[in-house]
């Protein structure tokens, strides 16, 4: 069990806390402020405290050297609007600087300020451990908050917790709590849904999930190497040539626990408006391409899923950004939102689904961390959550 940041006295304490706010931005505008919202629990818990609140997070990438493009004011001024209250902030472009020093110094009890983007220094994506020191001089405490980069052993992630003592934030001990239940404590059946492109990318999850579900449900591009390696036409669809054989084995390992499309949406080619109709996957010619499940494919999931306890899904079913081809990955996420389970939602594309269908309030838990949920689906320790201190 890791230490929270209930464990510890953090009145009069400089608490340095890393969180995730790379939100999406155009034009210098913050189009979506999730991630932010996220982490006011643990901001608003510190201050209600009498924290002296250093925040920190990365935006973009630009390549360890300051790029205004990326700057973090707009994040400070979204912040203050949602807090109410005024965030400090100073554009320094190595971070870290002695005008910084003095304000992290200066801060009272209950004031919060936010550090520039980390990722203008090239230290940060090396776990640097003198910018880790430079970070660390700041506070007397180091809370992490962000999930969604703890699978990165960074200098604000990791590196840091080698100068301050670390706990998490609320995020972080949501995000353990629900998919670490979810994969080693679930109520069953347990059923794990995979979309997505590559069946290489997925290789580790698949093969730690296999003893841990009842039902693995794969969609999504990945499938159609499932189906040419059943030694079936899959025509122009989405192949991951060099996994076929890795794809063999896990069906052979897996049996009936593996399930995939029976039928789906062939259509004339890549395109939003392109014609289609929905076939067999024995039937799949082969100038067409497979862009979504089909609707015999959604009935089967859908039944698969409303007899579930504990329902995991990372990975959209179809080419959901095409209205056209939703329909697959609408049919999943609706039967999530329809079953009595716990559905966790393994952030990324499948996040943006279910939000684009407007069934984000009906899921059990969405993860702000699609790279860091799939590392942590796949079993791998987080460098990010390896730090924090145990009770």
Same mark, same amino acid.
């Given at each position: 069990m890791k230490?929270?940041?209930?464990d510890?006295?953090?009145?009069?304490k400089?608490?340095?806390v890393?969180?995730? #706010?790379?939100?999406?931005?155009?034009?210098?505008?913050?189009?979506?402020?999730?991630?932010?919202v996220?982490a006011? +629990?643990?901001?608003n818990y510190l201050?209600?405290n009498?924290?002296?609140?250093?925040?920190m997070?990365?935006l973009g990438r630009p390549?360890g050297?300051?790029?205004?493009?990326?700057?973090?004011?707009p994040?400070?001024e979204k912040?203050?609007?949602?807090?109410?209250k005024?965030?400090?902030f100073?554009?320094?472009p190595?971070?870290?600087?002695?005008?910084?020093?003095?304000?992290?110094?200066a801060?009272?009890d209950?004031q919060?300020?936010?550090?520039?983007?980390?990722r203008?220094?090239?230290? %940060?994506?090396?776990n640097g451990?003198d910018f880790?020191k430079e970070l660390?001089?700041?506070g007397?405490?180091?809370v &992490?908050?962000?999930?969604?980069?703890?699978?990165?052993?960074?200098?604000?992630?990791a590196?840091?917790?080698?100068?301050?003592?670390?706990?998490?934030?609320?995020? $972080?001990?949501k995000e353990?709590?629900?998919?670490?239940?979810?994969?080693?404590?679930?109520?069953?059946?347990?059923?794990?849904?995979?979309?997505g492109?590559?069946?290489?990318?997925?290789?580790p999850?698949?093969?730690?999930?296999?003893?841990k579900?009842?039902?693995l449900?794969i /969609?999504?591009g990945?499938?159609y190497t499932?189906i040419?390696?059943?030694?079936?036409?899959?025509g122009?669809?989405?192949?991951?040539e060099?996994?076929?054989?890795?794809a063999?084995?896990l *069906?052979?390992?897996? @049996?009936?626990?593996?399930?995939? +499309?029976?039928?789906v949406?062939i259509?004339?080619?890549y395109d939003?408006?392109?014609?289609?109709?929905?076939?067999?996957?024995d039937?799949? +010619?082969? %100038?067409?391409?497979?862009?979504d499940? /089909?609707?015999?494919?959604?009935?089967k999931?859908?039944?698969i $899923?409303?007899?579930? &306890?504990?329902?995991?899904? &990372? /990975?959209?079913?179809g080419v959901?950004?095409?209205?056209?081809f939703?329909?697959g990955?609408l049919?999943?996420?609706?039967a999530?939102?329809e079953?009595d389970?716990?559905?966790?939602? @393994? @952030?990324g594309?499948?996040?943006a689904?279910?939000d684009?269908?407007?069934?984000g309030?009906? *899921?059990?838990?969405?993860s702000?961390?699609g790279g860091?949920?799939?590392? #942590?689906?796949?079993g791998?320790v987080?460098?990010?959550?390896a730090v924090i201190?145990?009770?």
């Open positions: 230490k929270t940041i209930k510890i006295q953090v009145k009069g400089r608490v340095l890393r969180v995730d #706010f790379n939100v999406p931005m155009q034009d210098g505008a913050i189009t979506d402020d999730t991630r932010i996220a006011l +629990p643990t901001i201050l209600e009498g924290a002296k609140v250093i925040l997070s990365h390549d050297a300051p790029d205004m493009k990326y700057t973090l004011k994040v400070a912040l203050s609007e949602l807090l109410g005024e965030v400090l100073s554009s320094c190595t971070v870290v600087c002695d005008s910084i020093k003095e304000r992290a110094n801060l009272e209950g919060v300020m936010l550090l520039e983007n980390v203008y220094r090239k230290e %940060e994506t090396k451990l880790a660390a001089d700041l007397d405490v180091f &992490n908050d962000a999930f969604g980069t703890a699978h990165r052993a960074h200098s604000s992630t590196g840091v917790a080698e100068y301050l003592p670390c706990v998490a934030g609320f995020l $972080i001990e353990v709590m629900f998919l670490g239940n979810a994969i080693e404590n679930p109520k069953r059946p347990l059923v794990a849904i995979l979309g492109a590559k069946v290489s990318d997925k290789i999850v698949i093969n730690n999930l296999l003893s579900v009842d039902k449900i /969609g999504g990945m499938s499932f040419k390696a059943m030694g079936k036409e899959i122009k669809s989405l192949l991951d060099e996994s076929l054989d890795v063999k084995e *069906m052979a390992k897996a @049996g009936d626990k593996l399930v995939l +499309p029976v039928d949406a259509a004339d080619g939003p408006e392109s014609p289609f109709y929905y076939g067999s996957i039937e799949i +010619p082969a %100038e067409k391409e497979c862009l499940m /089909g609707p015999e494919t959604v009935k999931y859908s039944e $899923i409303k007899s579930a &306890n504990t329902v995991v899904w &990372n /990975g959209p079913m959901f950004e095409f209205d056209r939703s329909k990955t049919g999943v996420a609706m999530m939102a079953c389970a716990t559905t966790i939602i @393994g @952030g594309d499948s996040a689904a279910v684009k269908f407007g069934l309030d009906k *899921m059990t838990h969405i702000t961390g860091a949920s799939l590392e #942590f689906l796949e791998k987080l460098p990010g959550i201190e145990e009770k």
